[in-house]
Each structure stands twice: as C-alpha cells, then as structure tokens.
C-alpha cells in the first residue's frame, strides 16, 4: 500500500460522484471530475481545511464519526465503506490493536447448547451472543434464512445483515420494527458497561450509515424481542413466525426458536426441511 492510499481512495471517491448525486446544480464548467473539495466538504460537514489534509496525507487519524459521514456523502457501498475503515485502521496502526480483547464475547457454543439445538430439529433456531453473532443453528434454520443472504460470509451477524445488507429490507417487511428492537438491544449493553458493545457500534455506525447511526443517538427504547416475525422467503414467499427466546445468562448467548405462526407457514417450513406434512405444526391460525 502506498504511503497516502487512503487519502487516494478519497480523491477518487470525491472524482467519481457527480454534484447531482448528492443534490448540487452541476454549476459552471469544471476542471476536475465529480465533487470540488468544497462541495463535499459542505456535504458531509467538515472543513475544507481539514478534508485537504486527508487527501493529502497529512492527517492520519480521522474519526469513525467524519470516515461516517465522508462515506455518506459519497454514497459509498458496504464494501467501500469496508475498504475506508480498513485503509484508515492500516495507516493510524489501530489494526494492530484489533487483538482477541476487543473481539465480541462468546464465539463459541458450549456442547450442551449445541446437543440442545439439536432437539428442536426441524424447527428453525440459532444461538447468538449479545452482539448478534450466530455462534450456531439448526439446517431448519439455514434453510429458512440462508436463502435470503442472512448467513453469507465467515462470521455471519444478524445485526449487521440488517442494517448493512441491502437484501434485508426485502426479506423483512417490518424491517423499521426489527432494526429499533436491534439498537435498543445494543444501546442497553452499552449502557451495561460491556467494554465490547461501544466498539460494535462504532463500527456498524460507519458501515451502515444514518440508517443505524441516528438509531443509536435518538432517545432510549425498551429492549424486546418480537414474538412474531415476517420473512419473505425466495421460495415459499411470506411467512408467519412466532419466535421464542431462551437466555443463557451464564455467558451472555441467547437461543432463538421459530415456529410457524399459521398452517400456510407450517406447510412451507415442512416443505423447506423435508419433513412429513404436519411435523411443524402452527401455533397460531390467523
């Protein structure tokens, strides 16, 4: 990498955005390509002064909260958005820091849990820990949210697919409701004293954008789980779930258990996992 890469990555950012993608007439005829200093710097609300020395390689040590808003006034994807933090992590040396003590707690399931989960086949269930990551689950599960993108990548979070993964909007139709409910969650861990939770947050807040970012500023909300949930699935199109929550207090991990909310949902989850018609039976009609 070169000594200024991400002060380049910025440049070609800024180059690459028209004036009409973030609202600006596209005034007289430019010079450069795409946004003046000026013009992004007045979008995303920093100094001219400031995003200069970023481009340019004098500083070093920008903020979470500026790399944030830089990336929404650019109207940066996931991935670039993933590729800023890292370029920013690599040239201040905080990457050297990202050491097991700042990892998120509880990346493993104990084997009992995992023998538990093994009881509720065919049922669709997962073991997360405080931050949403899925530590383990069922093939019911995988077969009822893996189509829908939920467990891509290495270290699959429910939190991050939805407030990062553009899919999760689809698939949730009540996806306001579940991303509230996700924040308040997180918001109450912080609040516990969880030295890892504000470091979570301050990342997704990056990755994610306002979308998440203004969720966790706005006032505090209770931390529920819904009872139900709606998913729309490739295949079998919308579902009703009921969901139950099992906490494992020793640890800070928690099982989340589906069930079909109505007989349609009941004969697709039966369908999904290849069981005799009726081996899911619904809770709820209606």
Known sequence: MSDNELGAFLRARREAVKPADVGLPDGPRRRTPGLRRSELATVAGVSVEYLTRLEQGRDRNPSMQVLGN??????????????????????????ALCTSANRPPGRTARPTVRALLDRFEPAPAVLLNRLGDVLARTSGYERLFGPVGLLDGDRPNVISYTFTDPRAKAAFPEWDRIADEHVAALKLEAANDDVHTPHFISELSFMAGKEFAERVAGPPAPATVARRLRLRHPQEGELRLACEVLDLFDDGQRILAYLPGDTATSAALDRLTGRLPGALRAVHDG
């Open 70 to 95: 830089l990336a929404d006034a650019l109207r940066m994807t996931p991935d670039e958005r993933n590729h800023l933090r890292n370029l920013s992590k690599t040239l201040n040396g905080s990457a």
